[in-house]
């Protein structure tokens, strides 16, 4: 939680939570990773501003990627049984780089590439293989202001900023190290977004997927370079089976998905966010005290969790209840909620969020 927790007798608890879970905090540190050989562009102490170049990287450019699990119908962790190519391999047009023996032997089925590059199998633990092309340079542009504090060439940039933060209810996979990209909206809070309406690259983007996200389209979206997928929720049964990097901000199952947080990630669409490869959460740099940074603050920020609240809990055992709040146990920072059907449970502030939603059944109900 965001601050210090004060008791204030007349207005309530002094918070300082961003609406909706959205944290705003101050000063804070983050790596920017790298992903290759580098040429940093600036110096431990300087300050950067929003369109500086941080640094260049060399690196490979993704012309194209096949996913075994679609295409063979085999699990991500056996993929590599069916690999025909080995890593960093000169490949033309053409050439078989996967195949799956079938019918006893009698038949086989083949991943043809339409690319000619080098073989990349960084990512054939999720069923994945990549053709990138030869060297290029490419360059890491901030869309954020702040502070260089260290560079780290063996890891990465670290910088000081304002970030914003928003919890992951889950995430399937273990990351190997921070994710850096940019954000991408495909769609809004009642659709579902279709692959064929798609850009054909997502290469260095994260991705929201909207409210509810199908296998066959995270599978495809990966299939075109998206690094991480933000969902509001998915099937538990559909996540576990994904081998690939994807984060859940709501819950298991088709539910809604509120719109404030789609506004919040709207108006941060184009810029970069971490998600940190030890924390279920996502960071977005916005700047030191910058103007986008005042806006949010103004927009999403609240200075109170006040006696009468509507609030949502975000604690496993109470996860979801809408209720209002009651009392405050000046002891312990626990709040005690009302919910629905008259019944009552206690809870930590940090567990909290405002609920304000125009459907809520609190708002009429009769007890």
Known sequence: ?????????????????????????????????????????????QKFDKGDVLFE?????????????????????????FVTRIEGEYISKNDVIAEK???????????????????????IRMGYIN?????????????????????????G??????????????MNTNLEENVFGQLQVLSDAESVPSSRKMQDSFEGKVVFAGRFLYPELAMELFRRGCEFILVSSMNYDDLKNLNLPIGVLTGF??????????DFLKELEGYHLLIPKE?????????????????IEQRYYTDFLQKGDIVKSRDLESFGLV?????????????????????EFMIRLENLELYTEEFSIMRTRIF
């Open 1 to 45: 939680m965001l601050g210090q927790i004060i008791l204030n007798l007349i207005c309530g608890f002094l918070v300082n939570i961003i609406h909706k879970s959205i944290k705003y905090l101050s000063n804070k540190e983050i790596l920017i990773p790298f992903g290759g050989k580098i040429r940093s562009c600036v110096k431990s102490g």
């Open 57 to 81: 990287v060399e690196g490979r450019k993704l012309e194209g990627a096949y996913s075994l699990v679609g295409e063979l119908g085999v699990k991500p962790e056996k993929a590599l049984d």
């Open 101 to 123: 023996i079938v019918s006893g032997g009698f038949m086989s089925k083949r991943i043809i590439s339409e690319h000619e590059g080098i073989v990349d199998l960084s990512k």
């Open 131 to 155: 053709i990138l092309s030869e060297l290029v340079n490419k360059s890491c542009v901030a869309t954020f202001s702040g502070i260089v504090k260290d560079i780290d060439f063996s890891r």
């Open 157 to 170: 940039v670290i910088v000081q900023n304002d970030i914003c933060e928003i919890p992951l209810f889950f």
């Open 253 to 262: 199952g088709n539910i809604y998905f509120d719109s404030v947080q789609l």
């Open 279 to 295: 924390g279920s959460f996502v960071q977005f740099p916005v700047g030191l005290k910058n103007k986008i940074s005042r806006l």
């Open 323 to 343: 209720g209002e709040i009651i009392s405050f146990d000046e002891s312990s920072n626990f709040a005690k909620v009302l919910i629905q059907d008259g019944s």
